[in-house]
């Protein structure tokens, strides 16, 4: 079980290191990674079992966060009711496709891997087109809008060495432009 104790913080290498593209079929070991992240995710809003455990909560964790370099990442996307509207580990994630038009989170956006609160709002595409393989190797092509979409910008930006903050607007951390989505 993935516990805080497991996840790797700013400043760790392998947060800011490219992943490697994994090879099908998985190997028992990543079969098993894949998981255990999904597993910390579902635990991690589940209020009783993140208290018992002192677990922060979580919508996304890539495998660079537990110390894995390797291109997979555990998706668990509550709406605003807590009833899950994406659910999915991806590997190998690419983005194929993305919106000029930009969305961002009201509240800014958080990272297990952070421990200090980072102000300032995170823009990314407001739309996506993610290709990917699911861990039995199926070959997926899905458009995601909205909250999912930036989850998925925020895990992929993880296999690629990024951290949230990195784009935040560093002279003007609240300043977007005209059109963007904020998403409360
Ligand atoms: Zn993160």
Redo the contacts with the bound molecule.
């Keep these: 079980m993935i516990l805080m104790k497991d996840i790797v913080r700013d400043g760790d290498p392998v947060l800011r290191q490219v992943a490697k593209p994994l090879t099908f079929p998985l190997s028992d070991h990543y079969k098993q990674l894949a998981e255990d992240m999904m597993e910390y995710l579902v635990n991690s809003q589940d209020p009783k079992i993140a208290e018992k455990h002192q677990l922060r909560a979580?919508v996304?964790?890539?495998a660079p966060?537990v110390g894995e370099g390797v291109q997979m990442a555990a998706l668990l996307v509550p709406d605003d009711k807590g009833e899950i509207i994406f659910k999915e580990v991806y590997v190998n994630p690419e983005i194929v496709s993305e919106s000029v038009r930009q969305a961002c989170l009201s509240e800014g956006?958080?990272?297990?891997?952070?421990d200090k609160v980072i102000n300032g709002y995170v823009p990314r595409p407001d739309k996506l087109t993610i290709h990917y393989y699911t861990v039995d190797g199926e070959e997926k092509t899905i458009r995601l809008k909205d909250y999912p979409a930036i989850v998925s910008s925020?895990?992929i930006?993880?296999l690629n060495g990024h951290?949230?903050y990195d784009r935040i607007n560093k002279k003007d951390p609240f300043a977007l432009k005209e059109d963007t989505v904020v998403i409360s």
């Excluded at 956006?109 to 952070?114: I, K, Y």
Aim: contains cysteine; charged residues 20%; proline residues 0%.
């Design positions: 979580g996304g964790l890539a966060q956006e958080g990272c297990l891997s952070v925020h895990e930006d993880h951290l949230f």
